[in-house]
């Protein structure tokens, strides 16, 4: 299994970046997929999750109404749109895949069975 992670970069703040995470080795459309970030000397923080089929997502409020996940099951890809960006953001971008057959996606990156290699996403001020 492989998650490929890209899109990452510099940006200001304020600024758009997207991500995105090609899955190859699974059935994509098994698995909820999730997006965490890790910044240095910290744990690794939930950013955003989408049910299998798309229809559902979930993110905590400190990116609720500004990062938008959702995902091409046709091109095994799950995308983060990020808007507003803000230097806090700034950390390294993971993608996992997580095999729960739980409807209520989960949060913790200890749950998710496959993880990508991670993109750096750094904002100025």
């Known amino acids: 299994v492989q998650l490929q992670a890209s899109g990452g970069g510099l940006v200001q703040a304020g600024g758009s970046l997207r991500l995105s995470c090609t899955a190859s080795?699974?059935?994509?459309?098994?698995?909820?997929m999730g997006w965490f970030r890790q910044a240095p000397g910290k744990e690794r923080e939930f950013v955003a999750a989408?049910?299998?089929?798309?229809?559902?997502?979930s993110y905590p409020d400190a990116v609720k109404g500004r990062f938008i996940i959702s995902r091409d099951n046709a091109k095994n890809t799950v995308y983060l749109q990020m808007n507003s960006l803000k230097p806090e953001d700034t950390a390294i971008y993971y993608c996992?895949?997580?095999?729960?057959?739980?409807?209520?996606?989960?949060?913790?990156?200890?749950?998710?069975?496959?993880w990508g290699q991670g993109t750096q996403v750094t904002v100025s001020s």
């Open positions: 996992g895949a997580d095999r729960t057959i739980m409807t209520v996606m989960r949060t913790s990156a200890a749950d998710y069975d496959y």
């Open positions: 080795g699974l059935t994509f459309n098994h698995y909820v």
């Open positions: 989408i049910s299998r089929g798309g229809g559902t997502a």
